[in-house]
């Protein structure tokens, strides 16, 4: 278990994370995670009885199970960042069975990967480890490279294989975006009739989100994002943490006219602090009432302290937990074990709170 004293020597320069308490909106105000999140929230909606049993299988399995949040492995980037480019490092999670295995030796509530990858397991481990269906990728063979999310599998079989729920991804802001709505939306009524649940990839896509700096992750923006994926039927939202603000704003500076925004988002609702982005997030996840996960982010230099400082900020701003992959496939099984491990470590932390 990782100690109070390790997770402060990770965060290093950062480790004032850990005594931050004066957040812009209370925590009182939000829905923050319980052991009991799925018959607090869930058992209210129009979910059926088979929803409520699949969500309440992915929060009681694992290191995490019965504590409100959630450790997801994900493993689809043979897609969307190529195969021979995502597993050079690491060959062995060519194999489908690496990857699954990778979830269960690190604990982790479910693993999440491509129709292909878990369809060819399934008989073997759906039994042993919650699977999560991912429906639709980015592909990027098409030469020139196009940007779009196109769908790869279909509920019946997510359904068949004995998978808990699907995942999809949304590129909000996009030329594309109208229709992906309208795609996943079907998709998710469909999923909970069938009694899967949803996780929604609530990403961002448009040049026009660059121009000073890139906003693709600034807090007003995927924000919005997140409220559009609840809107829709998500269980669960997935979205980058944060880096930035004023996304609104630098996209209307000048003549421009987009979207709509208040500048209490950025002095009531929200400040600088990771923490404070982070929570704004949230807000719009219905004030915490559909579970907000973080990614992990790419594989760099320094994994295991960047994957604790995200874990830090994502619980003590009231977040569910994270979905992380590439920090962890891409090295030696049992240093990604490790890392994975270490970030479950946070949420079981009682030192580390809720701002």
Request: net charge neutral; with cysteine; glycine share 8%.
């Amino acid at each position: 278990m990782l100690s109070t004293a390790k997770i402060t020597e990770l965060l290093g320069q950062d480790s004032n994370l850990l005594q931050f308490n004066n957040p812009k909106v209370s925590k009182d105000r939000i829905t923050t995670p319980t052991p009991n999140l799925v018959d607090e929230v869930f058992s209210h909606s129009d979910r059926n009885n088979r929803v409520l049993v699949n969500l309440s299988h992915l929060y009681n399995t694992g290191r995490l199970a019965n504590t409100g949040y959630v450790s997801i492995l994900p493993i689809d980037q043979g897609i969307e960042h190529a195969a021979g480019a995502s597993f050079a490092k690491n060959p062995i999670y060519f194999n489908p069975e690496s990857i699954v295995k990778l979830g269960i030796e690190a604990g982790c509530n479910a693993v999440t990967s491509t129709l292909g990858v878990l369809s060819l397991v399934s008989r073997k481990y759906a039994h042993k480890i919650p699977f999560v269906v991912k429906v639709n990728h980015n592909e990027l063979f098409t030469y020139p490279n196009t940007h779009d999310q196109i769908i790869f599998g279909s509920v019946d079989q997510a359904y068949n294989m004995g998978a808990v729920g699907i995942g999809a991804t949304i590129y909000f802001g996009s030329k594309e975006s109208n229709r992906q709505i309208v795609e996943i939306s079907e998709m998710f009524e469909y999923a909970h009739e069938k009694g899967l649940f949803t996780i929604l990839w609530c990403y961002i896509r448009n040049e026009a989100f660059k121009s000073d700096k890139d906003y693709h992750a600034s807090a007003d923006l995927t924000g919005q994002a997140n409220h559009l994926g609840a809107t829709i039927g998500a269980d669960i939202i997935k979205q980058k943490l944060p880096v930035n603000n004023g996304g609104y704003k630098a996209l209307n500076m000048g003549n421009s006219d987009y979207g709509k925004f208040d500048d209490r988002i950025y002095t009531e609702l929200s400040s600088d602090n990771p923490i404070d982005l982070t929570r704004y997030q949230i807000l719009n996840n219905y004030m915490g009432n559909i579970p907000l996960i973080n990614s992990g982010g790419p594989s760099g230099d320094n994994d295991l302290a960047e994957a604790v400082k995200t874990a830090v900020i994502n619980k003590r701003a009231g977040g569910s937990g994270l979905i992380l992959g590439r920090k962890a496939f891409q090295k030696p099984l049992n240093e990604g074990v490790g890392i994975i491990n270490a970030v479950q470590d946070v949420y079981l932390n009682k030192d580390v709170t809720i701002a």
